[in-house]
């Protein structure tokens, strides 16, 4: 099997390949272990310590779960300020 053929084995592999144009990037891309994540919006797979995420080829990138979960809550907490903030401003008008 030639190497343009080859499975991706690793995320890292697979992130190559989308980016490579070998491997189309979609909803159904394979994980490499560990649980699905809660939140899995922008995220294209994983494995146990690791989400692959991005917008599209050009800009995904690799990183902990950890990293991903803590940008999630704060986009939650920025999101829930700016609602607070449209409500005081509506009570006021």
Same mark, same amino acid.
């Given at each position: 099997?030639?190497?343009? @053929? ?10 190559? @390949? ?6 189309? =990037? ?25 989400? =692959? ?32 903030? =449209? ?7």
């Amino acid at each position: 099997m030639s190497k343009a @053929a080859t499975k991706p084995a690793t995320l890292a592999e697979l992130m190559d @390949a989308v980016q490579d144009g070998r491997v189309e =990037l979609t909803d159904e891309m394979d994980d490499f272990g560990g649980e699905e994540p809660d939140c899995t919006a922008g995220v294209w797979s994983w494995d146990e310590g690791h989400l =692959l995420v991005g917008t599209h080829a050009g800009d995904l990138e690799i990183v902990a779960r950890e990293h991903h979960a803590a940008e999630i809550l704060q986009h939650h907490a920025e999101a829930m300020h700016e609602d607070r903030e =449209l409500a005081e401003k509506a009570e006021w008008s």
